[in-house]
């Protein structure tokens, strides 16, 4: 039977994969190896596999310097191959023996994000989103500029940097990949992240909308929840998808972890300061607007709710606090 | 050397009359000033100190915002009178006045005779003298001018030119026959000092019981005060007509009290690539203090009117959005005092014009039915001109919000 040996790195990836339908292979820094070891702890003759009379192979320890060690960390002057994917150190050399029937894993079908590889890796899309991520921050810088002495051109000179700022990530992604022997895919990243950039403008345009025509009801509040958080699951599942991560449930745990940052983070920041009052104060030029304005009459009737809910809020306040004998509700404050 | 007697004599011919008075309203009543202290009862010191005065052998005026500490935090504090023997006694609460910043004291037997209330207020122009504790330094008595009634003032006041400082709040304001025309209450630097007129300490001596009430008595008596208080501001405001003018395209209100002054400003008109403003704002120099982290019975109004007719549209509504996305309310409230705002905001059509309104209320934790009320409007951009309204009432009951809300949406709006 025909076996395989596999060179592993320290972490376990294989580098290097050999298949042999010989009786004895030698393993040494020698150059008159069957398999020739790079690592400098191993000696140029370290270890040969044989193949006996009852058809099965034995790992023998040359008398090297620095031994044979199996899984467990012991050293082995020699050792029978009992099962298939035994696993063995000669010096600091990893490697894996395999039979010829090893089961092997599945196929993996294509994915989502493999499929879209081959149009986040076109160059025109790339540079469409780039270009058009570069004129909204232009558009921004000029819609900000009022007065005779606005500078706005200046300011678009700071385009560029912010621009590399925002390929930090895929370049991130890229240089992990680079360091664990994946392929970077750094074009693609690069497209998806500038892709989301700019569906996230129009995003924000269809908000802007929304919220003039809807203020706050369900439908534009549930929308300004549901689709950023949407947009951000997408974009850093494919983020990682493109990076071939395996386990699932590493890459649903990422995606959530990243993408749960856009909700902590205003959590995390101390509550608005005077007790200021949150509203909606949206405006667009009149031909925005999509439907009849109210009368201020339903308006003032609706405002009964507010005198309602912050009654009963400070209401709820009073009863809380504690009633000391004959203490009215201002004499303690606690 | 005929020079120096000449000189000399008129020296003392310049002497001015005020200091025999002084010194004679000083020596016959220091016995009845006192010293009023917040005492906090952890430390054993002093939190807040103020003046007092003997009106009777037994009780002691004084200013509300003197001995607040002790009506919001009960337990915490108590009230002594520091009588000058460097003995100290201690003090119980009668009755109070928020409105007017009064509050009358039980106090220990006065050996000597008390103040004596004027019966009228004095001229204007004639000689006053204001007694109290300025700083902890000591009874002083400072010479001043009566000034007649503060103007456009909601709550009275006298004005009287003469040095009024901290601690010597509820100390006495006297005329030269030594009796009380007021209560010190507060200044306005550089000479410029405020008192509560006597006819208010009349009131609250003539309602006051002679019993010291618990406390809830009392809080329930502030609430009722607040609740009078602001029926009594607002209801000529809601039913009076509104004199109103052009603000650009807006019309606003010129004045709608006489309590509440109105500024204005504006800028450039010739600078390019700008929005033109032009911006009124109305408000009341006085508010009602309640206790270190709460004021009300105010109100506030602010108009602009906002012109970019050479800039793009998309670019002028950027810059008009910005100045509604903040506002807050005018008087001072903390977490303990008020809940939350709570907001609504529509496109309303006023006087046909679609508008964003926005009403926000927030109400009072420790007197219910009383609530701070916010109004912010701008005008649907219309040629890249807007016009933005905005009032807060603070202290008012939910009718009177209401109706007030309602009233200016009516009146405050675009003329096309």
Redesign the interface.
């Known amino acids: 039977m025909a076996i395989l040996i596999e060179l592993l790195n320290s972490q376990g990836r294989v580098i290097e994969r050999h298949k042999f339908n010989q009786q004895q292979i030698s393993l040494g820094r020698g150059y008159h190896n069957d398999i020739i070891l790079l690592d400098p702890h191993s000696c140029a003759e370290h270890a040969i596999l044989t193949l006996d009379e009852q058809q099965q192979w034995q790992l023998t320890d040359m008398d090297s310097v620095n031994g044979v060690r199996n899984q467990r960390g012991q050293r082995v002057s020699q050792q029978l191959i009992s099962k298939s994917g035994q696993e063995f150190t000669l010096g600091r050399q990893r490697l894996r023996l395999l039979f010829s029937d090893h089961p092997i894993a599945a196929t993996q079908p294509l994915h989502g994000a493999e499929r879209l590889l081959p149009l986040l890796s076109s160059p025109l899309l790339l540079i469409c989103a780039v270009l058009l991520v570069a004129l909204t921050l232009g558009y921004e810088f ?7 002495d ?1 500078q706005w051109q200046r300011q678009l000179l700071l385009i560029p940097f912010l621009l590399l700022m925002f390929a930090l990530w895929p370049l991130l992604l890229a240089l992990w990949a680079r360091f664990t022997g994946r392929e970077p895919q750094l074009r693609p990243q690069l497209a998806l992240t500038f892709s989301v950039l700019v569906l996230w403008t129009c995003w924000e345009a269809l908000a802007a909308l929304l919220h ?2 809807l ?2 009801n369900m439908l534009s509040q549930g929308l300004s929840y549901l689709l950023p958080t949407a947009l951000l699951l997408l974009f850093f599942w494919f983020s990682f998808s493109l990076l071939s991560i395996k386990r699932r449930w590493l890459q649903v745990g990422l995606t959530l972890l990243f993408s749960s940052f856009y909700w902590v983070y205003p959590w995390m920041q101390p509550s608005p300061l ?13 031909p925005w ?1 999509l ?6 009459d339903s ?2 009737d ?6 309602r ?3 009963a ?3 709820q ?2 009863n809380k606090k504690p009633q ?1 004998g ?8 606690e | 050397m005929w020079y120096r007697v000449f000189c000399g004599l008129g020296l003392m011919l310049a002497q001015p009359v005020w200091a025999d008075t002084a010194q004679n309203v000083f020596s016959n009543y220091q016995d009845a000033l006192i010293q009023v202290q917040v005492i906090e009862n952890q430390t054993q010191r002093k939190s807040a100190i103020g003046s007092g005065f003997y009106v009777s052998n037994n009780l002691v005026i004084t200013n509300y915002h003197v001995i607040a500490e002790k009506i919001q935090q009960q337990q915490q504090y108590q009230l002594m009178a520091n009588l000058g023997t460097g003995s100290n006694q201690q003090l119980d609460i009668i009755a109070v006045d928020v409105i007017n910043d009064l509050a009358l004291l039980r106090a220990p037997q006065l050996q000597q005779h008390p103040f004596t209330l004027a019966g009228s207020l004095p001229a204007q122009g004639e000689q006053v003298f204001s007694l109290g504790n300025p700083h902890d330094l000591g009874m002083v008595v400072v010479p001043g001018t009566f000034n007649g009634m503060k103007q456009q003032s909601f709550y009275p006041r006298l004005h009287v030119t003469g040095s009024i400082n901290p601690g010597m709040s509820g100390g006495p304001s006297v005329n030269s026959t030594g009796e009380v025309i007021g209560v010190n209450v507060a200044t306005a630097g550089n000479q410029i000092g405020f008192v509560v007129p006597v006819a208010q300490v009349n009131t609250l001596m003539a309602r006051a019981g002679s019993t010291v009430p618990e406390m809830a008595v009392l809080q329930q008596q502030i609430l009722q005060q607040l609740l009078a208080n602001q029926q009594q501001m607002l209801s000529p405001l809601l039913s009076d007509a509104w004199k109103m003018q052009a603000l650009g395209n807006g019309r606003v209100p010129e004045d709608i009290a006489p309590f509440v002054q109105c500024w204005g400003r504006s800028s450039d008109r010739k600078e390019v690539n700008s929005i033109y403003s032009a911006s009124a704002s109305c408000g009341q120099s006085e508010e009602i203090y309640l206790s270190q982290s709460l004021t009300t019975g105010k109100l506030e109004m602010q108009f602009e009117w906002l012109d970019g007719t050479d800039l793009p549209p998309l670019k002028f509504n950027h810059h008009y959005q910005a100045k509604i996305a903040y506002s807050n309310a005018d008087n001072r409230a903390g977490k303990r005092d008020i809940t939350e705002f709570s907001c609504q905001s529509d496109i309303v059509a006023l006087a046909n014009q679609a508008t964003r309104v926005i009403f926000c209320v927030r109400a009072y934790k420790d007197y219910p039915g009383l609530f701070d009320a916010l109004y912010m409007a701008a005008t649907i951009a219309d040629g890249q001109q807007g016009f933005i309204s905005h009032f807060t009432l603070a202290g008012v009951t939910q009718d009177n919000a209401k109706a007030f809300a309602r009233k200016f949406m009516e009146a405050v709006v675009w003329q096309s």
Do not use: I, K, M, V
């Open positions: 000029w819609l900000d500029g009022l007065g005779e606005s003039f025509n203020n706050n005077h007790y200021a009052p949150q509203y909606q104060h949206q405006l667009l030029p009149a607007l439907r009849q304005p109210t009368s201020t308006l003032l609706s405002s009964d709710r507010l005198f809910n912050t009654a809020r400070a209401e306040t009073r000391q004959q203490l009215g509700p201002l004499a303690s404050n």
